[in-house]
């Protein structure tokens, strides 16, 4: 009967995506926002994420009618790099296909299959011009639902260490902001990322402030809102990241602002004691690291200092092993296992290191890594050049260079969630004009 159930609204959806495409986007972010409570029944067989199985829907649709209405369609900006990088890490991992186990093979492909379905949403959204302010809302709005859903975990579930969530596969963080992620440091660079967006549109646009009284009221609470939402995370990662970011839309708009918002930073980190104290937390953890003392432990939120750190040596010793071409997409947790670096392959930390530009290296291998720069820089690229012009523009390369910051400690650029919402706020960003997304 699920089976039925979900078949049917399937077909449902379907008709519905095929009147309104960007509907489909906003259905993508909505079960992006439901993490892991969005991932189907193990009563269904199909351990998969909603998404895994709704874009593809949605892919298919959006090909058909472009096919069927005969539109003109232009390739994306980013389209070149990103397939160069696809092609790379299929090729990769059909290089490294003799070591696989099949099931493992068979796990690693569809994971770059997923990779690839995300990847339309880009495209998809790039399409959509006629929708792009919706879609922003949307995007707004499920960053908003995180937020929401996270004060609601740390009120009734604040310890997954109580709930024995290690048992399957997950950290057991202590009074954390977790959400509906299950990870603190994925919803702290998701709402650092969001927050760079709606503070580069605000800065654009500060001149239109008495004009649009009420709609810069809702901009300035949903910022404050996903700003408390991301401190209750307590991720180091998250902070620096953010900082970061709001230091480059300040640094592009003026440099008073920029020495302005370097002021500010410091004072908050003088004046919040657990910001503060999250920072010193990392001195701490550095002395246990070589001996000095004792206090990464279970129990303190710091413990995984030393776990990341463990994984970025992990890390480094696959690419010596493999510099060329990686170990496969995906397939960093069966080489980890292989080299006797990791005790199991079913942690969810297992499956990439904590850097993603350090997955991505021992993944898909030194040309993988090229292209995936290319594909990065080249995004980066794209948005400072439409700041000029674009509040959009100018917020998304603050929270571009954020995820990019964050993901020197977390793979956040291969989360799948984190995927969703990338993808179509680089979509957003093709064919931009001075009008479009400015407020």
Known sequence: METLAIILIGLAIALIVHWKPFIGIMLAMLFATLGELGRLPESTGLPYLINDLFIPILILIWIIKKISLNRKWTLPPLFAPIAAWITIAAISLLLNSSWLETGELKESALYLVRFIEYFFLYLITADETKAKKPILYGMLASAILIAIFGFIQLKLYPSFYELNMQAEGWDPHINRLLSTWFDPNFVGGFLGFTICIIFGIGLKNYKKIPQKPIETGILATIAGVLLYALYLTYSRSAYLALGFGLLIITGIKSRKLLLAGA???????????????????????????????????????????????????????????????????????????????????????????????????????????????????????????????????????????????????????????????????LGLLVKISPTTLNS
């Open 263 to 425: 002021v500010l930073i410091a004072i908050l980190f003088i004046t919040m004691g657990k910001f503060q104290s999250r920072f010193l937390d990392l001195w701490e953890s550095f002395q246990s690291l070589i001996g000095l003392n004792d206090y990464a432990t279970l129990f303190n939120p710091d413990a995984t200092s030393r776990l990341r750190l463990d994984s970025w040596q992990n890390a480094i010793t696959i690419i010596k092993e493999n510099p060329f071409f990686g170990v496969g997409y995906n397939s960093f947790r069966y080489a980890q296992w292989k080299a006797g670096l990791i005790e199991s392959v079913d942690s969810h930390s297992a499956t990439g290191s904590d850097s993603t530009i350090l997955t991505i290296f021992a993944t898909t291998g030194l040309l993988g890594l090229m292209a995936y720069i290319w594909f990065y820089g080249k995004a980066l690229f794209d948005s400072f050049k439409a700041s000029k012009h674009s509040g959009y523009a100018l917020g998304l390369t603050g929270g571009l260079m954020t995820l990019l910051i964050h993901s020197t400690f977390v793979n956040s650029l291969l989360f799948p969630h984190i995927l969703v919402f990338l993808w179509i706020s």
